[in-house]
């Protein structure tokens, strides 16, 4: 994350004694920085996409071998989500006090050696079990955490202010397209290679491999902050963003709201699989096309988001985005005759892809609120404390998961799709309770 103080307004172009900027072609698409970023951030979430979902099937399945068997998606979101929660602000310290580009190419190494893990922990399933498999997960989700605020922060050092609306543009798209390629790939790799899951993770590494190549012609940045020293305020929330969030009670429900959207995101993220493998008796890979049919619709969400948007804050998508995820989660939720469920595979996917475009529609104008309304001076802290909050919800959704699926188990085995009616139930105070007023950019 870069360093913001009252001088310093991250739209400007970067410069280093009259050096640094020099070396910024005047044109985005002649940037070998642009392509290297951009390519590193792809197959960065390419990968965390194709193990996560490896992982997370491997743990539903756990639930298809006994009565009492455990499903440890709720386990694996935990476990992935606590290094971001417990070091997102040593993690951001370092981005600011060493420089990015080598934060980042150290960050990417860690990867190979965390995929390499990952081939061992499935090798020798029978003796590690699930928690060879954890351990790697909470690795990557350290990794992912140093990775997270130097891919970030080093935008605004390595390009013109005028070019960092697209930029954010193009690491929003490509992250959607990992997301749905990663899924879908991790389900086709299930599939094909039953028991060998070794190998598929194989490709794992050969995916971090090329990731840490594509950040070769990323243009060394200097230090932000090299004579900051780390305390323990840089470990929890500062003071003085504290303050703000005290203050200024329009962040803090925006905040509050983002963070009670990612809960909801997280629960929705293992009862689709859950719904897919216990309830529908899917395919691995057909299972993984209904996690791909999401994020196709928060792609398209998004843009559309944007598009409607035009200069202002618009805060009636942020309802109409509320309400129209309630209405398709009461769809994926009504059981029915085809294995329990209404829908089913066929008529699940459309539904899931509008969910993906509502949740679209509702989380743009929320961050670009935060984005637009913190004080100059405080917006990178801002951001930072968003993208904390939102993972200690992503942390959370974990153990609530957990608690739903022991209840169906203890209701009679119920519906698997009767978790989309809890997640309902979570949403439904956002949708009643959040109806901010739209407001203009500034320009």
Known sequence: MPSMDAKTNPYETPQEGGQLSETIPDRLSGDPSFWATTSTQFFGAFNDNIFKQLLLLVAVNQALQGKDATDYQGLAMVVFAAP???FAGPTGFLADKFSKTHIIVISKVMEIVAMAMGVIAFFWYDQFGMTGLMVVLAFMGFQSTLFAPAKYGILPELFHG???????GVFLMTTFLAIIF??????????????????????CVGVAIVGTLTTIPIRRTPPATPEARFTLQAAGIPKKTLRLFMQDHSILKALLASCMFWLCAGIVQQ????????????????????GGAIGLGIGIGCMLAGVLSSGKIEFRLVQIGAWGILFCLGLMATPGSNHGHMLGLWGSLPVLILLGIFTGMFSVPIQVYLQAKAPEDQKGQVIAEMSRANWLAIFLSGLLY???DRI??????????YLFGFTMLIMLPVAILYHP???ALND
Do not use: Y
């Not at 990663?182 to 490709?203: E, I, K, Q, R, Y």
């Open 437 to 439: 007023h739209s407001e």
């Open 402 to 404: 957990s608690v739903f």
């Open 271 to 290: 009862g689709v699989n859950s719904l897919g493998k216990v309830q529908l008796e899917l395919s691995d890979a057909q299972t993984s096309w209904l």
């Open 84 to 86: 971001f929660v417990l």
């Open 408 to 417: 169906l188990i203890a209701g009679g085995d119920l519906p698997r799709c």
């Open 182 to 203: 990663g899924t879908v790939l991790a389900g086709f790799l299930s599939d094909w290679l039953p028991g060998n899951l070794w190998m598929a993770s194989l490709v």
């Open 162 to 168: 005028r070019d960092l609306p697209k930029v954010n």
